[in-house]
């Protein structure tokens, strides 16, 4: 079974900077966007930021300007770099991968997502 294994979390002050890691344990077969997702205590998990298999991004109103997401396909990683953090920016982040298999002759596919246990991100002001 695929493991999403987050890494880079931690307590910063306002204004510093983190970098998350998101690698996944072994190949993932068709995957297209690549996500990071953050919640912080008593809201509801919220998308940051997201990244397509062609290297398209969005982000969140709240961080753009801030963050940058990144991913290297050969090892199945999603980066995001987050500068001037706030403290509003703290919460726990989730990366996320979504795949999509292609399964038999007519075109059906699997779509299938995977989440990691979730970093905790702290900033202090």
């Known amino acids: 079974q695929v493991q999403l294994v987050e890494s880079g979390g931690g307590r910063v002050q306002a204004g510093g900077s983190l970098r998350l890691s998101c690698a996944a344990s072994r190949s993932i077969r068709g995957i297209t966007t690549m996500a990071w997702h953050r919640q912080a205590p008593g809201q509801e998990r919220e998308l940051v930021a997201r990244i397509t298999e062609g290297g398209a991004t969005n982000y969140a109103d709240s961080v753009k300007g801030r963050f940058t997401i990144s991913r290297d396909n050969v090892v199945n990683t999603v980066y995001l770099q987050m500068n001037s953090l706030k403290p509003e920016d703290t919460g726990v982040y989730f990366c996320?991968?979504?795949?999509?298999?292609?399964?038999?002759?007519?075109?059906?596919?699997?779509?299938?997502?995977?989440w990691g246990q979730g970093t905790q991100v702290t900033v202090s002001s």
């Open positions: 996320n991968i979504h795949s999509s298999v292609v399964v038999n002759v007519e075109g059906a596919k699997v779509e299938r997502d995977y």
